[in-house]
């Protein structure tokens, strides 16, 4: 059976009021170094992880060290990790699509599986390099308990493989900074839930 401790990254500008964040680089706020950190705390008391795979993009990379540091382990990238490619939207607020482009975003909100955005890619993308993560963590770590630390979109691409659902399902779930949900995944393919988006050990 693997263990999969799934995360997301510490606060960054941009979460409120929201922007399409995606691949622009963000800093961690001081608000979210103390998530990391006491997400790191958690995660080294309850748990022996044997790896942290983290997305390219710093936020994750700086989390995802904490963690590692923790619990004596080393941190490696995983391409399929990063988050989705906004493209034209991207650093823009919500408020400025739905206000340019109101049809375009009323589709994303309302039928998220339906949407490619502008220069940039489709929930199914997401999907399909994610699984192809997931594939490669449960293939190395077919009795282990490890750490993916992504994003909002990435983790839930990945819940909603893991628990058998649609894409149209996305809205259904909360990814909340530094949130954790633990995963189990046994050798036969089954999957139990521990948790989705704990964030009881934040300050």
């Known amino acids: 059976m693997t263990k999969i ?14 922007r399409f964040r995606g691949r622009a680089e963000l800093s961690l706020t001081d608000h979210g170094l103390a ?26 990379v ?9 619990c004596g382990v080393t941190a490696s990238v995983h391409e399929g990790l990063g988050d989705i490619d906004y493209g034209a939207w991207q650093m823009r607020t919500h408020e400025e699509v739905k206000a ?10 309302s039928a998220p599986h339906l949407v490619r955005f502008p220069g940039g890619e489709s929930l199914q993308d997401v999907v399909a390099r994610t699984a192809d993560a997931l594939r490669m ?3 190395r770590h077919a009795a282990d308990t490890v750490v993916l630390v992504g994003h ?3 983790n839930r ?3 909603l493989q893991l628990l058998d659902q649609p894409l ?25 839930i521990g948790c989705i988006n704990d964030t009881s050990h934040l300050p």
């Open 5 to 18: 401790l799934l995360t997301r990254h510490g606060h960054v500008d941009g979460i409120q009021p929201a």
């Open 35 to 60: 998530q990391a950190e006491a997400l790191a705390r958690r995660i080294a008391r309850h748990w022996k992880p044997v790896a942290v795979y983290t997305s390219p993009l710093q936020r994750c």
């Open 62 to 70: 700086v989390t995802g060290g904490k963690i590692a540091t923790a």
């Open 100 to 109: 340019e482009t109101p049809e375009a975003y009323h589709l994303w909100r």
């Open 137 to 139: 963590m449960l293939a």
């Open 152 to 154: 909002d979109s990435v």
């Open 157 to 159: 691409a990945l819940l």
């Open 168 to 192: 149209s399902a996305y809205w259904r779930l909360s990814q909340d900074p530094c949130t954790l949900n633990e995963i189990e995944v046994f050798a036969a393919g089954d999957v139990r």
